[in-house]
């Protein structure tokens, strides 16, 4: 089955708005993703430069103490004097160790976080103090060692670690801290000694806790010689190079993207960076896309609810007509439409039931129609037994003049019995000039024998155009109103000129046009402007019944002949010339057609203008109606 309009309407309607929004919840979702992924982004950003402002403060106190010790007088005194003295008393170390103690007692308790302090002179005797909450441990010699060897050429910088001793405190057995170690120089950098300070892990990871609470994201320091300090990774040898990073990169880790920021400290110069991964970000955003969704889901169904509801009013009117036009085609041409709106559906329906109600007045007409023309088929077929037998008759009294010897009258009857044989052929029937120009002769030799040697004729012919086709009797109207009107008032003198030749016609588009031009020329009465214009007027009236009361030029018949004669006369006349010049417009249209000259006591010039072709009726270029 077919499905209806409407239907497929209301179908392509909802699939158009789910496209749309599918399409416009996807564009929303994509253009929230990277706006939430670039505020996400400025906010990583800042919060990792707020870490790296306050680890920065922190690590500068650090340096202050560092810097406090390394060039306190007292402790270079102690460490200078305990690596000269090649063995050192015990009364002697206990009491250098007292000193020290008094003199670094605030700074176990401004630093907090601080595990403990080794000093060590050039002869790597150590002097151990320990932090606030720390027992006091020695490291053993291979650590030392190894911190020995991280310093050289440090010059003096302070050098971070991280770092682990045994403890018996954790569970582990081991305990995490920052190791910050440099070399102990005088002010004209002579070195005295080593100092190590041990920190808990909070001092670092306390500040750095925020940026990794995603177990997806992680968090890098380094100090300024690019060394790894802090890392919340296992693995250390996984934490990328600084120097390749940078603020809001995005780079791939084991295939995923991360969102990198990076933040350098101001003071101790430490590089902060932190990454998080951007297919955990977005997938918070992930409840967006099913919001969206629904909501799409949601909207459709509700569009589709209301467009089918709005639909089926919208196209009631047109069910109904398309349910008329049925039933018209089916036979009933009563069907009328009710019309309850002036819009587009209402002028539809409108116009459905005009175009009804003028079917069936057409149906009607076309049947009465039928009966009339075959009424008028019995008239025509008992009429036109009057023309035969007068064809017969006349062939008759020719037959009998010519062997009486009357030749000249025998001569006449020949010439009207084929006028009327050529004139009871169908109108439609293809004719050539030659075989207009030879009843044009005929009905002259009639006219010869009216007027006798006071009438002067001349036909010319040119060669080669003999055969062109023309439209039937299209000359004997003119040539008869030639008779009939331009010579009625005249005595002697009578001329008339017919000559048809080979000519061109100029378009409005100045393209040339072949055409043969025939020309009936007359030396009579002429026709008055008002004349002129009764004939066009007349000419393009539609219909030929009210044409006996226009004015023609067979008004101007003698005064004293017979009323009714004259109103005959006047009519054939009228109807003759308006036939002209409705067939040559209806068959060939602009350019071609029938021109009148003519001018009061001076004559009248008909000029026929028509197409070079061999089917007049056929193939011709740019043709009008009437009246265009």
Do not use: C
């Not at 158009?16 to 505020?39: N, Q």
């Not at 994201?217 to 940078?246: C, H, R």
């Amino acid at each position: 089955m077919r499905k209806s309009f409407s239907r497929k309407l209301i179908i392509s309607l909802g699939v158009v708005m789910m496209i749309t929004f599918a399409v416009s919840g996807y564009i929303t979702y994509k253009i929230h993703l990277h706006l939430f992924t670039e505020e996400i982004s400025r906010q990583f950003s800042k919060t990792n430069e707020q870490a790296a402002a306050r680890l920065d403060l922190q690590i500068r106190n650090i340096y202050k103490i560092s810097n406090f010790i390394v060039f306190h007088p007292y402790v270079e005194q102690v460490l200078q004097r305990s690596a000269q003295t090649e063995k050192r008393e015990t009364y002697t170390q206990l009491s250098d160790q007292d000193e020290l103690n008094s003199l670094l007692y605030q700074v176990k308790y401004d630093e907090p976080k601080l595990f403990s302090m080794y000093l060590y002179d050039v002869q790597d005797n150590g002097f151990i103090f320990g932090g606030a909450n720390a027992p006091s441990t020695r490291l053993s010699k291979d650590v030392y060692l190894d911190i020995k060897a991280k310093l050289e050429g440090s010059f003096g910088n302070l050098i971070w670690f991280p770092m682990q001793l045994p403890s018996d405190n954790t569970s582990s057995g081991v305990r995490h801290l920052f190791a910050a170690a440099r070399q102990m120089k005088t002010v004209n950098q002579e070195k005295y000694g080593i100092m190590v300070m041990l920190f808990d892990e909070s001092l670092i990871s306390e500040y750095l806790n925020e940026l990794v609470k995603d177990e997806q994201a992680n968090v890098f320091l380094y100090d300024k010689m690019d060394n790894l300090v802090y890392s919340d990774l296992n693995l250390l040898s996984a934490a990328p190079e600084p120097g390749s990073i940078t603020n809001k990169s995005v780079d791939l880790v084991d295939g995923k993207p991360y969102l990198y920021s990076k933040s350098r400290s101001g003071q101790v110069d430490f590089t902060l960076v932190s990454r998080v991964s951007l297919d955990a970000l977005q997938s918070k955003s992930g409840i967006i896309f099913q919001v969206n969704v629904l909501i799409g889901i949601i909207s459709v169904v509700l569009s589709g609810l209301l467009v089918f509801w709005t639909g089926n009013r919208l196209f009631r009117p047109l069910h109904r007509l398309v349910q008329g036009m049925r039933r018209m085609r089916e036979g009933d041409f009563q069907i009328r439409l009710e019309t309850r709106s002036d819009d587009e559906l209402g002028f539809m329906a409108h116009s459905f039931n005009a175009m009804a109600e003028n079917l069936d007045k057409l149906v009607k007409e076309v049947y009465e129609r039928q009966l009339s023309e075959r009424e008028a088929e019995l008239t025509a077929i008992q009429a036109q037994l009057n023309p035969h037998f007068l064809h017969n008759t006349l062939d008759t009294i020719y037959w009998k003049l010519y062997l009486q010897d009357d030749l000249d009258t025998a001569e006449l009857v020949v010439s009207l019995s084929d006028m009327l044989r050529y004139a009871l052929e169908p109108v439609d029937l293809p004719t050539t000039l030659l075989d207009e120009f030879t009843q044009i002769r005929n009905y002259l030799t009639i006219q010869h024998h009216r007027f006798g040697h006071e009438l002067e004729t001349m036909v010319q012919l040119e060669e080669g155009i003999e055969q062109w086709p023309v439209p039937r009797l299209i000359l004997q109207p003119l040539v008869e109103n030639v008779f009939m009107h331009a010579f009625t008032e005249m005595a002697t003198g009578q001329a008339l000129i017919i000559r048809a030749y080979r000519s061109t016609i100029n378009r409005e588009n100045e393209e040339e046009l072949g055409a043969i031009v025939i020309e009936i020329i007359d030396n009579g009465k002429g026709i008055t402007e008002d004349q002129l214009k009764a004939i066009w007027q007349s000419a393009r009236s539609a219909g030929f019944a009210s044409v006996s009361t226009r004015p023609s030029e067979g008004e101007f018949l003698s005064s004293t002949r017979h009323s009714e004669e004259v109103s005959q006369r006047r009519r054939r006349v009228h109807i003759g010339i308006r036939s002209v010049i409705r067939r040559l417009n209806l068959l060939y249209g602009e350019p071609y057609g029938l021109q009148i000259e003519s001018k009061q006591d001076a004559g009248t010039t008909f000029r026929l203008r028509l197409p070079r072709t061999e089917d007049y009726g056929l193939d011709l270029p740019n043709r009008k109606s009437w009246g265009e």
